[in-house]
């Protein structure tokens, strides 16, 4: 069982910054890769962006891409998402996950409970 926690969340304006953490409880953290999806009111979860075991592959969604950086630090336990040049339309509930490399939810087996992102306009 791996056991994972978001944190930097928040609220912050057009155009602004924020970088999300999700700390996982195992040590075999680096055996996985992570994901980072999002789910906004009324819609479903989509992907954001992916990373391997080793940080050597990464992908996004056309929608964040350029803007939107994924890495992992397997020393810390902790995947990280650096989000520049926010829109109001990236509000949502970021959610990471930890399973198989993939684009979509099912092959990720393990979910945080995810942190809120708002982005006013």
């Known amino acids: 069982q791996v056991q994972l926690v978001e944190s930097g969340g928040g609220l912050v304006q057009a155009g602004g910054s924020l970088r999300l953490s999700c700390a996982a409880s195992r040590h075999t953290f680096s055996s996985y890769a992570m994901g980072w999806f999002r789910q906004a009111p009324g819609k479903e979860r989509e992907f954001v962006a992916a990373i391997n075991w080793s940080g050597g592959i990464t992908y996004y969604a056309g929608s964040v891409k350029g803007r939107f950086t994924i890495s992992r630090d397997n020393a810390k336990n902790t995947v990280y998402l650096r989000m520049n040049s926010l829109k109001p339309e990236d509000t949502a509930v970021y959610y990471c996950?930890?399973?198989?490399?993939?684009?979509?939810?099912?092959?990720?087996?393990?979910w945080g409970q995810g942190t809120q992102v708002t982005v006013s306009s």
């Open positions: 996950a930890a399973g198989e490399l993939a684009t979509t939810t099912r092959p990720y087996d393990y």
